[in-house]
């Protein structure tokens, strides 16, 4: 359709069986996340044609979570999940509840990550639900798969949040786990834009997981100054705590961090830190924009984040971009030889 100024511009779609499997217009998903996985974010993911997750333990009461879930609609008619992280927690969670409350709103896809959904998945199968299960190794992925879940998120060490215990990089990740896999594979962990979506489907995988880059972004629930800070960031302004006790969290490097390292690998334990990283100064960071006012979740691909786009704009360049390095940057460097 042709306008005064000249022709309509169409975003490119890429199709790949993460689009065709769950309902979305591009091959990238909003992973879960803590404090920011909510309504107004969510529903900008989804109308912007990707798929976003709200976080279930945002919202550890179930009747709230039900009404996070109809705003969401309010925003969009678009598909949308919900991430549902069963992990030990310094609050007590009834995680039944909330999966009933998610799947009585009729949401129809969940990331689940942490314990191994198996248990559940006669219920999920029951009420036609998808699921998405995280990942950060190839051999978890093998047993999501055997209990039916419908595609896996595979977390490199890059990424923020939990990282697992190999500390095996995407780039050998990936490609290892869609190797051994039938179902879908997403990509998660130092991915923000074209370069990284193009690189994940040359690895195997069928899509891409953000967290940090929908972290800064405008609708992302968080307050301007942590995002200026996320901008301002390098690749190597993170932090790797509860290394010692072998549930390595990945989180933004600041003095609060920095501390916690440090009394960990003196030998302190869990409880020596906990006034350090307990989850409501976190939320403190968010709700305040004071960056050192506790530990707060980012991948090192920070490093490469130097703008907060509106989610319309940022999937529309991502995918535009990606068209653009796979048709001409990419496809330029094939050469057929002429016969001799």
């Known amino acids: 359709m042709a306008t005064a100024t000249g022709p309509a511009t169409v975003t490119p779609r890429l199709r790949t069986r993460f689009t065709e499997t769950f309902g979305v217009a591009h091959p990238i998903m909003q992973g879960g996340m803590q404090w920011v996985g909510k309504a107004e974010l969510v529903g900008a993911v989804a109308e912007a044609g990707g798929l976003g997750m709200l976080t279930a333990l945002t919202f550890p009461d179930p009747e709230l979570l039900a009404a996070e879930i109809r705003k969401v609609r309010e925003h969009t008619d678009n598909p949308f999940g919900v991430n549902l992280t069963i992990l030990p927690s310094m609050r007590t969670v009834n995680h039944d509840e909330l999966r009933h409350a998610i799947v009585d709103s009729g949401v129809r896809v969940i990331e689940t990550a942490g314990a191994n959904p198996g248990p559940y998945m006669d219920y999920f199968n029951q009420h036609g639900v998808k699921i998405i299960h995280k990942c950060t190794s190839v051999r978890h992925a093998l047993k999501a798969q055997a209990v039916g879940v419908t595609a896996v998120s595979i977390d490199g060490f890059e990424c923020a949040g939990h990282p697992g215990e190999d500390d095996i990089p995407g780039l050998v990740l990936i490609p290892a786990a869609a190797a051994q896999l039938e179902i879908p594979v997403i990509a998660a962990g130092g991915i923000a834009d074209a370069r990284g979506l193009v690189a994940a489907l040359a690895l195997g995988a069928e899509g891409v997981n953000m967290g940090t880059r929908f972290l800064c972004t405008q609708e992302s629930p968080i307050h301007h100054r942590v995002k200026e800070a996320i901008v301002a960031a390098t690749e190597r302004d993170t932090e790797l705590l509860f290394r010692p006790l072998r549930n390595t969290s990945r989180v933004h490097s600041n ?14 334990q869990f409880e020596d830190v906990q006034h350090l990283v307990n989850g409501i100064r976190g939320r403190t960071v968010y709700e305040t924009g004071d960056p050192e006012a506790g530990v707060w979740s980012v991948g090192m691909v920070q490093g490469l984040i130097n703008d907060i786009p509106t989610c319309a704009d940022l999937l529309d360049r991502i995918t535009s971009e990606a068209a653009e390095l796979l048709a ?13």
């Open 328 to 340: 001409q940057r990419l496809g330029s460097m094939v050469q057929t030889p002429v016969p001799a």
């Open 255 to 268: 003095a609060v961090a920095r501390e916690a390292v440090e009394i960990m690998a003196d030998g302190g």
